[in-house]
T-cell receptor, first 114, second 112 residues
Framework: EPEVTQTPSHQVTQMGQEVILRCVPI?????FYWYRQILGQKVEFLVS????????KSEIFDDQFSVERPDGSNFTLKIRSTKLEDSAMYFC????????????FGSGTQLSVL | QQQVKQSPQSLIVQKGGISIINCAYE??????FPWYQQFPGKGPALLIA?????SEKKEGRFTISFNKSAKQFSLHIMDSQPGDSATYFC???????????FGTGTRLQVTL
């Protein structure tokens, strides 16, 4: 199973602060995703990123969010000014399979906004 | 139309019993239906998946049944074990390299 490593595993921040969540995919794939899961709820799509550009984003992914692949390897999700409701588990995911249909998730970053 | 409806919300099954989780969808563009298993504090892990050109897929104790005309699919866990206790999510995917739409999840507890 292709690995996706996420750092940090836990992040606590004050409301209004900026946070950067990081994802390090093991192999050289072009498609990446960010999903989030509010405690006890379903997993929700945030954004897909292809070849260094956003290919699709959800209504959750507003101007406070941005994604980058600054060094060609690490894939980051930045929340510019965190709100209480941003508290959630954030998962990075990458695709695999013959038709890139299988999605493999990292272990997530638990973000707590106080 | 993008929703995937999942039931039940929670399920308690005795060890050795059969666990059944159901999902329904509306969007006929969906063409790949995976099930994910999630343990507390972990990311969802791909368990088994099916495409709509087959009605059933079996991998070990896990079976997906797919009814294209009814737009429904279900996960059956045979001989359920305490180690199967987790949250299960169905999902649906349209085409390659596009987002997954998840169901609301089923919390399965397998008792001794």
């Amino acid at each position: 199973e292709p690995e996706v490593t996420q750092t940090p595993s836990h992040q606590v921040t004050q409301m209004g602060q900026e946070v950067i969540l990081r994802c390090v995919p093991i192999s050289n794939h072009l498609y990446f995703y960010w999903y989030r899961q509010i405690l006890g709820q379903k997993v929700e799509f945030l954004v897909s990123f292809y070849n260094n550009e956003i290919s699709e984003k959800s209504e959750i992914f507003d101007d406070q969010f941005s994604v980058e692949r600054p060094d060609g390897s690490n894939f980051t999700l930045k929340i510019r000014s965190t709100k209480l409701e941003d508290s959630a588990m954030y998962f990075c995911a990458r695709e695999a399979g013959q038709a890139n249909e299988k999605l493999f998730f990292g272990s997530g970053t638990q973000l707590s906004v106080l | 139309q993008q929703q995937v409806k999942q039931s039940p919300q929670s399920l308690i099954v005795q060890k050795g019993g059969i666990s059944i989780i159901n999902c329904a969808y509306e969007n006929t563009a969906f063409d790949y239906f995976p099930w994910y298993q999630q343990f507390p504090g972990k990311g969802p892990a791909l368990l088994i998946a099916i495409r709509p050109d087959v009605s059933e897929k079996k991998e070990g104790r896990f079976t997906i049944s797919f009814n294209k005309s009814a737009k429904q699919f279900s996960l059956h866990i045979m001989d359920s074990q305490p180690g199967d206790s987790a949250t299960y999510f169905c999902a649906a995917h349209a085409g390659t390299a596009s987002k997954l739409t998840f169901g609301t999840g089923t919390r399965l507890q397998v008792t001794l």
